[in-house]
């Protein structure tokens, strides 16, 4: 690359050019953004060569942009380029549109370094990871495959040409749009090229059969069996969290609306970590915050179940109920009503949960970048998400910022909290802040000197949360600002590796295993038991005792029906009546729920084999006319009934119950209890919330019907 001065500074009152190398401006000191950006499709030229006298050519296909401080022209938004902004949530492992020229496309937040090279291939890092980071690989596949279906883009997936990584997290080169439906097959196949770590080596062989024999039929069982060997491999890795959080007012409000948990410049031990921006002014935004806070932090110490995702987007509902009940008790109408944003992190093992509502954000920095995790609930970002327009575009216009979700605006059941579930695989900081110190990309500015010194001990994280309040008053200064740090340290243990090799038997499909079964093995095999031979022999005996006090009592009555040939009289048995013919119900049918008591309604259990209804263990009540879609199954270990899995879809407009679900909900109900209820082919209007999980059946299985 030339080291003339051709980069210019992107503050409008200076616009001096700089070398490639220089990270700030020569003249004004403002940061320069080093945008390389991907060529998609075609080679665009020789290295060297500029195109539309702005990007210039660093290799055929990767390009700078060497006026980062101008928006690129706005264009219609082309067929090809729609999947990219429906999956804008998967960023950064999936690239974005960044400018269109006459025959070519760019795309920003691709696979490529700091310096403008493409990152290592998939397979050239594969052999040398771990057995933890090869399944960490494996389940982001899996998960991608779910959504990229969804816009007939997932054989992406199936071209090793563009997989990278960037660490230990998967990044896309290019979408490849699908000639037909891939299927799983495919993917045991392409999987069975690849050598896996010792430690995974027979789960990893049995699992690519069980996808080439199409045991595993399923993505949901799929991601499931990987989220198994996951956990059992984690148990051979330590880690250690440091949290800190700081918030401050600014120099230029009278009140601090923001709020944090734990407590600002509080030493407490916790995994949860919550920022909160509160909107309303004092005694408005101050209090929605902190009644934010104190709820969420309560709801999410109290939660018990396995279903974490949904328990912490009950508990952000319950905040945000809370809030708009004090709106309505007062009377607040549109502008005067108060609210806050939330973004918050909780540690819970290996994995790693991040929930938000609004535009406070989420960032995570490795020693090799700084990524923006979270996408602002905001008009730009929404315009983009719908395909209407390419998010830089959309970042033009006067309403951009503008909030389309926030916490305590309105009834929970319109309210869209995201949460996103991540595995801790390396070293990493995780930074949820308020848009104090986000505003003005200061993060991106500033994340190598302020932030990255932590993974390498150089700098606390109380000193760095204290930094970045400092930076966010001098150089933006025009709001509070409220920032939480997370750093999280992963290393293998010392174990030796024969103790980490996982068993095949856990690639079995899940629906294969009771989740008792599935229990005890992992058991089992993370930890297998001494055998108490004394206990062994006491038991033996036992049996054996009560075995001939039975035959002493039975004996002359079966010897002499066997002598005789006598039948067993038939009249002590009664005839068992025959069942109606009932067809079962399957992953993907849709039920209508239809009952003539308005008033109790079918509860919606949190967990499967639920055996009472009290209110800890119910998501809320189903009440006729409740459209649901089934989602998986299990069988109960104690009694053998058959449990679904079950999503609420639409919501009857009339008959409502007061602890109704909630849209998106999910949980478990017995099959008997339902299977007499209507089954239907949902009206586009009754699909609702299952429209994602609905087109994901229907590519699965063409032939059914919905």
């Not at 195109?51 to 022209?73: A, M």
């Not at 699992?207 to 984690?234: F, K, P, R, T």
């Not at 540690?347 to 995570?364: I, K, Q």
């Not at 058959?642 to 609420?648: E, T």
Request: charged share 20%; proline share 6%.
């Amino acid at each position: 690359m030339q080291t003339d001065p051709i980069v210019q500074c992107p503050n409008y009152f200076c616009q001096a050019l700089n070398p490639v190398t220089q990270e700030f401006c020569h003249h004004c000191q403002t940061r320069i953004p080093k945008r390389y950006l991907w060529v998609m499709g075609v080679k665009a030229g020789q290295p060297g060569e500029r195109l539309d006298d702005r990007y210039l050519l660093k290799s055929s296909q990767i390009v700078l942009d060497t006026k980062p401080g101008i928006p690129p022209n706005p264009v219609e938004v082309p067929p090809q380029l729609e999947p990219y902004l429906h999956l804008m949530a998967e960023r950064p492992t999936i690239p974005q549109p960044y400018a269109v020229l006459s025959d070519l496309i760019l795309l920003e937040s691709a696979p490529i370094t700091t310096d403008g090279q493409l990152m290592p291939a998939l397979t050239q890092v594969w052999n040398a990871s771990s057995g933890f980071r090869q399944l960490h690989f494996l389940e982001q596949i899996a998960r991608l495959w779910q959504r990229l279906s969804v816009e007939n883009v997932a054989s992406t997936l199936l071209d090793p040409k563009q997989l990278f990584a960037d660490g230990d997290t998967l990044r896309l080169l290019e979408l490849r749009f699908d000639r037909q439906s891939p299927a799983l097959t495919q993917l045991g196949e392409l999987w069975t090229t690849w050598q896996p770590h010792s430690a995974i080596a027979d789960f990893f062989q049995q699992i690519c059969q069980n996808l080439v024999d199409g045991e595993i039929s399923s993505i949901e069982s799929l991601i499931s069996v990987l989220d198994q060997a996951i956990a059992h491999q984690a148990q051979y890795q330590t880690r250690q969290i440091h949290i800190a959080t700081a918030t401050d007012q600014g120099p230029s409000r009278q009140s601090n609306e923001d709020a944090c948990y734990p407590p600002s410049a509080t030493k407490a031990k916790t995994n949860l970590v919550i920022v909160c921006d509160g909107i309303g002014g004092h005694e408005g935004g101050e209090v929605a915050s902190h009644l934010a806070i104190e709820t969420i932090a309560r709801q999410v110490q109290a939660i018990q179940s396995d279903e974490i995702e949904q328990e912490l987007e009950a508990a952000v509902c319950e905040a945000n109920d809370a809030i708009s009940e004090q709106n309505d008790a007062e009377r607040r109408q549109e502008r005067q009503r108060m609210g806050t944003t939330v973004v918050m992190g909780l540690v819970r093992g290996h994995e790693f949960y991040l929930t938000h509502v609004g535009d406070s954000r989420a960032y995570r920095i490795t020693r090799k970048g700084c990524y923006q995790v979270t996408l602002d609930d905001d008009v730009a970002s929404r315009e983009a998400r719908l395909g209407y327009s390419l998010y830089r575009d959309a970042l033009q216009r006067s309403s951009a910022g503008s909030l389309v979700q926030a916490l305590g605006m309105g009834s929970s059941s319109y309210l869209r909290p995201t949460v996103q579930r991540l595995i801790l695989d390396e070293d990493c900081v995780y930074l949820l802040c308020s848009d104090g110190l986000s505003d003005n990309d200061r993060v991106e500015e500033v994340w190598q000197t302020e932030i990255a010194p932590i993974l390498d001990g150089k700098i606390d994280v109380a000193v760095a949360a204290q930094q970045l309040i400092n930076i966010a008053n001098t150089r933006n200064g025009h709001d509070n600002v409220t920032v939480g740090l997370i750093h999280c340290q992963t290393k293998e243990s010392r174990r030796s590796q024969n103790a980490q090799t996982i068993s095949p038997a856990l690639a079995q499909p899940t629906q294969m295993l009771a989740a008792r079964e599935v229990s005890q093995l992992r058991t089992q095999i993370a930890e297998p038991r001494r055998i108490n031979w004394f206990k062994v022999l006491f038991i033996v005996l036992a049996l054996l005792g009560i075995a001939g006090a039975i035959a002493t009592l039975l004996a002359p009555e079966l010897i002499a029906r066997f002598t005789n040939r006598m039948p067993v009289p038939s009249a002590t048995v009664p005839p068992v009546p025959a069942s109606p013919t009932v067809t079962p119900l399957t992953s993907g049918s849709f039920i209508q729920i239809q009952t003539a008591d308005q008033t109790a309604g079918l509860p919606l259990f949190k967990n499967a084999a639920q055996s009472t209804e009290t209110a800890n263990e119910i998501l809320g009540r189903m009440s006729s006319g409740t459209v649901l879609q089934v989602v998986g199954q299990q069988r109960s270990t104690s009694d053998q009934s058959n449990w679904l899995r079950l999503k609420v879809c639409t919501l009857p407009t009339e008959g409502k119950l007061v602890n109704s679900v909630r849209l998106g909900n999910m949980g478990w109900q017995r099959e008997s209890a339902i299977a007499n209820f209507t089954r239907i082919s949902p009206k586009p209007d009754q699909i609702g919330a299952c429209a994602e999980s609905a087109a994901e059946s229907a590519k699965e299985n063409p032939s059914a019907t919905p």
